[in-house]
């Protein structure tokens, strides 16, 4: 009679989480060699890594240069500066980042939160564990899943993967998983795969991004001179396609 093993199931189990990581792995090191340390995020300190990820909502990195440049000259590139400003003079800042009414609103809540539960101090909120903290994150007004875990992993150097329109549609196309996953599932899946790095987490996302703005477009990817072509479904099936036929 066959025996099951009592650990058959756990070492499938992580014999193909291994798996996986190792195609992770691979991928990030072959954006890697493209793009090498992409030093995110280019901010001088976690206050202002905050503001940015609340104001890049939507929107391009140039817009929220132009924002930040003006919040900087009006003395308002802090929490409490923020959470002492008028809601129209923060307005009035980042008009070019779009939704500026929505945006300045949301500056302004996540600002008197920090102020209200953690007398100001970012760093005595952060000392919270991963988990805890982005469920405080998500119930601030306006912080979504990316935008808490963009202050997780760049402002408070936690292991939380940030899933962005670029890294589902670079890894659907890649093949590995199906284009209508939810923000949840795919962060869980990245995280179940992937050692819980923060520089790992970091540098990561930050070449899905630049993979994303340089040739993975929705709707021409440059697929010839992208460095995943060689283990991307979508391109070997276009260049199947491009073959002459007979
Ligand atoms: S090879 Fe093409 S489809 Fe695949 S990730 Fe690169 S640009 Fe996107």
Known sequence: ??????????????????????????????MYATFGDRRWWPAETAEEVVIDAILVQSVAWSNVVKAIDCLRQRGLLSLEALHAAPLEV?????VPTRYYRAKAQKLKAFAAHVHE???????????????????????????????????LLYAAGKPSFVIDA??????????????????????????????????????????????????????????????????CRHASSQAAEAQPAG
């Open 117 to 151: 539960r953690h007398d100001g101090s970012l760093e005595r909120m952060f000392e919270q564990d991963t988990e805890t903290l982005r469920e405080e994150l998500l119930s601030v007004y306006g912080i979504g899943p990316e935008t808490a875990d963009d202050i």
């Open 90 to 94: 923060v307005a009035e800042c980042v």
């Open 1 to 30: 009679m066959r025996q099951t093993h009592p650990h058959g199931a756990n070492a499938r189990e992580d014999h193909d989480i291994k798996q996986v990581q190792a195609v992770l792995m691979d991928i990030y090191h072959r």
């Open 166 to 231: 670029y890294t589902k549609r670079i890894f659907s196309r890649l093949g590995l998983i199906d284009e209508r996953i939810g923000y949840e599932p795919l962060r869980a899946w990245f995280m179940r795969h992937l050692p819980a790095d923060v520089a790992l987490y970091n540098n990561y996302h930050a070449l899905i991004d630049a993979i994303g703005h340089h040739f993975c477009s929705v709707r021409r990817p440059a697929c010839t001179s992208c460095p995943l072509r060689a283990v």
